[in-house]
């Protein structure tokens, strides 16, 4: 079982920054890729970044591409959202999740997930 407990979100206005933070806790950190996902009201949720068990590789959706980075520090079991150039439409409740596998863009193959942070761009 892994724990994880998402921090760091909030009310920021359009072209500002967050940084996101998810702390895992129960199993090796290291036996899993991490993923930022999110869902706003009335949408399915998607996909946002995943990365690498190592941190050494990463992945991301077209829409964040150049604006969100993901990381993570093995050392502290935690993973990181960066967020910079924030939009109104990236409004969304963000989830990070833990992978026992090789990573997917699909949420389904995602063992173990946060309770989530809100996230509110205004224009």
């Known amino acids: 079982q892994v724990q994880l407990v998402e921090s760091g979100g909030g009310l920021v206005q359009s072209g500002g920054s967050l940084r996101l933070s998810c702390a895992a806790s129960?199993?090796?950190?290291?036996?899993?890729?991490m993923a930022w996902f999110r869902q706003a009201p009335g949408k399915e949720r998607e996909f946002v970044a995943h990365?690498?068990?190592?941190?050494?590789?990463?992945y991301y959706a077209d829409f964040v591409k150049g604006r969100f980075t993901i990381s993570r520090d093995n050392a502290k079991n935690t993973v990181y959202l960066q967020m910079n150039s924030l939009k109104p439409e990236d409004t969304a409740v963000y989830y990070c999740?833990?992978?026992?596998?090789?990573?997917?863009?699909?949420?389904?193959?995602?063992?173990?997930w946060g309770q989530g942070t809100q996230v509110t761009v205004s224009s």
């Open positions: 129960g199993r090796t950190f290291t036996d899993y890729v």
């Open positions: 990365i690498s068990r190592s941190g050494g590789r990463s």
């Open positions: 999740a833990a992978d026992p596998s090789g990573g997917s863009y699909y949420s389904g193959n995602y063992l173990y």
